[in-house]
């Protein structure tokens, strides 16, 4: 309050000595323990942070008094546990899994790797065979301009064509004009690097006109013809180019044909993790298991890897395959729907110890059923049926009208009842809207 009373005033900001004791007090780590203490310490922090920010326009001794208690709160921190670096050796088992995680079919890691040793050793052999004094520049070319996505590719190989156009072109033509030494020369190409550098972050194609200009001054002061430097440049820039978009065409890893398969593993991750918050309140006193953080990391992983390929279909030159892009947008704003009621579940989970909530079992598990049918639907170009859920859904609410009828008068149901039935309902709302947005 006193941080945010300072910024809106303009003023330094005064905090109250029982705010400051309270965060100094040396005994919290014998308070907290874990992960309260990790969020304690961490808000002490950005605490700290917003005072020496908000400096205002007070006197030179209310500042200095503002910085003195951010440094208090500051220094108070535990100092927190230095780890070293993990060595080669130790990094070598990380690495082997990663690449056995890469060693399949579809993996898009695995097929720019191929692609990019294929097209270095015909680039490699193209430039043997042509009777050109660099042939090394085409295979060096493509493997500049390779990605593992097309669109990147495809910008970059144009970009280095053009950029090497103008740059040996705009090298060429100082040469034909000026005739300079072999001093002048030098400098000219100590320039075209510096230059490089310097604006190498203002585009590719900027950067690559500016490495062409290097090569033309740098060979002419080794005597070579400019013409034939020129041409060659220029000629073998385009080839690597034109291998590297060969390769796309003849090994593609489009991601426009696995849309369905991971907009399917997003909703049998979030199925997954609703399914896993609503058995939780059907047996409380499993609370501390991390099945549902595990299922919630692996919606986020899931989500993210939907996007990321949602993103680079967008740039592909390939039809959408049966999911239009109204359709993903409409699927993933159900999904997003999805996973914030199953969030809005999590957050009232009870604690553990409370009466569990009948039936909610049968339904965490109609739940995860019928959400791995509905990700095997969207990968066979089917639209998902929910009447497993809905009919679920409808008898769990009959036996629960039941028992408040037999128990009229008596014990109240169990703490959680009507949320789930509430937040199911809108589980499956959600999954409704899924499958209409797939079929629009």
Same mark, same amino acid.
């Given at each position: 309050?006193?941080?945010?009373?300072?910024?809106?005033?303009?003023?330094?900001?005064?905090?109250?000595?029982?705010?400051?004791?309270?965060?100094?007090?040396?005994?919290?780590?014998?308070?907290?323990?874990?992960?309260?203490?990790?969020?304690?310490?961490?808000?002490?922090?950005?605490?700290?942070?917003?005072?020496?920010?908000?400096?205002?326009?007070?006197?030179?001794?209310?500042?200095?008094?503002?910085?003195?208690?951010?440094?208090?709160?500051?220094?108070?921190?535990?100092?927190?546990?230095?780890?070293?670096?993990?060595?080669?050796?130790?990094?070598?088992?990380?690495?082997?899994?990663?690449?056995?995680?890469?060693?399949?079919?579809?993996?898009?890691?695995?097929?720019? #790797?191929?692609? +990019? =040793? @294929?097209? /270095?050793? $015909?680039?490699? *052999? %193209?430039?043997? &065979? !042509?009777?050109?004094?660099?042939?090394?520049?085409?295979?060096?070319?493509?493997?500049?301009?390779?990605?593992?996505?097309?669109?990147?590719?495809?910008?970059?190989?144009?970009?280095?064509?053009?950029?090497?156009?103008?740059?040996?072109?705009?090298?060429?033509?100082?040469?034909?004009?000026?005739?300079?030494? #072999?001093?002048? +020369? =030098? @400098?000219? /190409?100590? $320039?075209?690097? *510096? %230059?490089?550098? &310097? !604006?190498?972050?203002?585009?590719?194609?900027?950067?690559?006109?500016?490495?062409?200009?290097?090569?033309?001054?740098?060979?002419?002061?080794?005597?070579?013809?400019?013409?034939?430097?020129?041409?060659?440049?220029?000629?073998?820039?385009?080839?690597?180019?034109?291998?590297?978009?060969?390769?796309?065409?003849?090994?593609?890893?489009?991601?426009?044909?696995?849309?369905?398969?991971? *907009?399917?593993?997003? &909703?049998?991750?979030?199925?997954?993790?609703?399914?896993?918050?609503?058995?939780?309140?059907?047996?409380?006193?499993?609370?501390?298991?991390?099945?549902?953080?595990?299922?919630?990391?692996?919606?986020?992983?899931?989500?993210?890897?939907?996007?990321?390929?949602?993103?680079?279909?967008?740039?592909?030159?390939?039809?959408?395959?049966?999911?239009?892009?109204?359709?993903?947008?409409?699927?993933?704003?159900?999904?997003?729907?999805?996973?914030?009621?199953?969030?809005?579940?999590?957050?009232?989970?009870?604690?553990?110890?409370?009466?569990?909530?009948?039936?909610?079992?049968?339904?965490?598990?109609?739940?995860?059923?019928?959400?791995?049918?509905?990700?095997?639907?969207?990968?066979?170009?089917?639209?998902?049926?929910?009447?497993?859920?809905?009919?679920?859904?409808?008898?769990?609410?009959?036996?629960?009208?039941?028992?408040?009828?037999?128990?009229?008068?008596?014990?109240?149901?169990?703490?959680?009842?009507?949320?789930?039935?509430?937040?199911?309902?809108?589980?499956?709302?959600?999954?409704?809207?899924?499958?209409?947005?797939?079929?629009?």
């Amino acid at each position: 309050d006193a941080a945010a009373r300072a910024i809106r005033k303009g003023d330094p900001v005064k905090l109250p000595a029982p705010a400051v004791a309270a965060l100094k007090t040396p005994d919290t780590g014998a308070l907290l323990t874990g992960p309260p203490l990790r969020a304690a310490d961490r808000l002490a922090a950005l605490l700290s942070d917003v005072i020496e920010a908000a400096e205002g326009d007070g006197t030179k001794e209310e500042r200095a008094g503002a910085e003195e208690a951010a440094d208090a709160i500051k220094d108070t921190r535990p100092p927190t546990e230095l780890h070293r670096r993990p060595g080669l050796l130790r990094l070598a088992p990380v690495v082997l899994r990663a690449m056995r995680r890469e060693v399949h079919h579809g993996s898009p890691i695995l097929r720019h #790797a191929i692609r +990019l =040793a @294929a097209v /270095a050793a $015909v680039g490699y *052999l %193209l430039g043997r &065979l !042509l009777p050109l004094g660099h042939g090394y520049w085409a295979p060096m070319a493509a493997v500049m301009v390779m990605r593992p996505e097309f669109s990147q590719t495809y910008s970059r190989a144009v970009a280095r064509f053009g950029g090497t156009l103008v740059g040996v072109f705009l090298a060429s033509a100082i040469v034909e004009a000026a005739h300079p030494g #072999a001093g002048p +020369l =030098a @400098a000219l /190409a100590v $320039v075209c690097a *510096l %230059l490089m550098y &310097l !604006l190498m972050r203002t585009g590719y194609a900027v950067a690559q006109a500016c490495v062409g200009a290097y090569v033309v001054f740098l060979l002419g002061m080794a005597g070579d013809d400019l013409g034939q430097t020129v041409f060659e440049r220029v000629l073998l820039t385009l080839g690597g180019g034109l291998l590297a978009m060969i390769s796309y065409a003849v090994y593609p890893a489009w991601e426009t044909p696995r849309l369905r398969t991971r *907009l399917g593993d997003w &909703l049998r991750a979030c199925g997954r993790y609703a399914a896993a918050v609503v058995d939780q309140y059907a047996d409380p006193a499993e609370r501390g298991r991390g099945d549902v953080r595990q299922a919630l990391l692996a919606t986020r992983e899931a989500r993210v890897a939907w996007q990321e390929a949602v993103a680079t279909a967008r740039h592909e030159p390939v039809r959408h395959r049966g999911l239009s892009h109204a359709a993903a947008d409409a699927t993933q704003h159900t999904l997003a729907q999805l996973g914030r009621v199953a969030m809005l579940l999590e957050a009232h989970i009870p604690r553990s110890g409370a009466t569990p909530v009948p039936g909610a079992a049968e339904l965490a598990e109609a739940l995860r059923r019928a959400t791995d049918q509905g990700a095997k639907a969207v990968r066979e170009r089917r639209v998902p049926d929910w009447t497993p859920v809905r009919e679920a859904l409808e008898r769990w609410e009959a036996e629960c009208r039941a028992r408040e009828e037999a128990a009229e008068g008596g014990a109240p149901p169990p703490a959680g009842t009507g949320l789930v039935r509430n937040n199911v309902a809108l589980l499956l709302d959600a999954l409704e809207d899924f499958s209409r947005g797939l079929a629009s």
